[in-house]
Structure formats: C-alpha cells, structure tokens
C-alpha cells in the first residue's frame, strides 16, 4: 500500500509540476494567490466567468507573476498552458471521473482542437478536457482564445469574413465555423 501510494503521489506530482511549483512560490501572495489557489483546486484551468472578480481585481504585477509562472489570461478560459497537454489532460481527466464518480469518461485525441459534442457529457466534462463546449461542437481553449484573438481585429458587429486562418486555428469547415461563430454571439 505504501509502495502504491508513492507511485500514484509521484505520477501526480510530475504531471502537476507546474502548478505545484505556483503553489509553492512564497512571492505569488493577496489575490494572485487566491487566483493561483482557484487554478490549482480546478487542475489548471477554469472558466474566466467562475472567477471574473478575482481577475479583475488583480493588479498588473500580480498577472505578470502569474503569467511568469505559465498562466494565460484568456477571454473565455484562464489556464495554465502546459495543462493542456495529453498527460496531464489524461491525468486531470482521470481523477475528475473518481471524483465524480462518472464510470466511463472518453479522453479526447491528443491533437485535436475541435471536437462535437457527446449528447450524455457534462459540460464540466469539457472544460476538464481542456475544451470549451460552443455550441454542437467544443473547442480546445487555447485555440478558442487564439481565434479569439484574430476577432479582436475584425468588425465583428457589422459581419467580416472568415479567413484561411480561423478555420485553420478551429479545425473547422466554413459551415461548421458559422455555428461556432453564431453561439459565441
């Protein structure tokens, strides 16, 4: 039993090495540490919307220290990037299903950044899978907030027209790109 506990505190301490190394940094203090404290119990990425307050009370300093540490403050997601690789992904996967008791949880393709929607998955499901759920269709969210940020450019009130670049980011067909576009708002 002892020999088994070591092997699973060490699988998870690799592959949450550098969230750990956040938590443990004694100059991250005041809201960044909240903020670090909330990324690190959601394993790495949250919902910007669950934790909006926190963020922006935040001063500058404090988002560069995060930032120093690996963390991205996206439109949609704040996240931790290295969090989003298969392993941990994988791993964060796994213990949400344990702690949630879910029996059968499909870990999404490594490399994929669009996948469509399961009818009989939470939607916690998807943000734990390193996805935010948009409609019939999920998308990985550093690729959500990379898109994101090529709309910041565009007049997105008045219509624009998708590019090679947006479709190529999102993985998506035009059609596909359209519903994606439309449940975004």
């Not at 039993?1 to 998870?12: C, E, V």
């Not at 690799?14 to 960044?32: H, I, N, R």
């Not at 959601?42 to 220290?65: F, P, T, Y």
Request: aromatic share 8%.
């Amino acid at each position: 039993k002892r020999r088994l506990d070591h092997f699973i505190t060490r699988a998870i301490e690799k592959q949450f090495e550098p969230l750990l190394k956040m938590q443990s940094d004694e100059t991250v203090v005041g809201m960044a540490k909240g903020v670090a404290y909330r990324l690190i119990e959601s394993l790495g990425l949250i919902s910007r919307a669950e934790i909006a307050e926190e963020v922006k009370d935040l001063e500058q300093k404090d988002r560069a220290l995060l930032r120093k540490h690996g963390i991205r403050f996206g439109q949609f997601t704040i996240f931790h990037y290295l969090m989003l690789k298969p392993a941990p992904t994988c791993l964060r996967l796994l213990l949400w299903s344990l702690f949630t008791k879910q029996v059968s949880v499909s870990i999404p393709p490594p490399g994929l950044v669009s996948i469509v929607k399961e009818l009989d998955v939470s939607e916690d499901y998807y943000t734990k899978a390193g996805f935010k759920l948009v409609g019939e269709r999920a998308l990985r969210v550093d690729m959500l907030e990379r898109l994101a940020d090529l709309l910041r450019a565009k007049d997105v009130w008045n219509g624009f027209e998708s590019d090679v670049d947006m479709l190529s980011i999102t993985g998506l067909t035009l059609d596909q790109f359209a519903d994606v576009m439309q449940n975004l708002g």
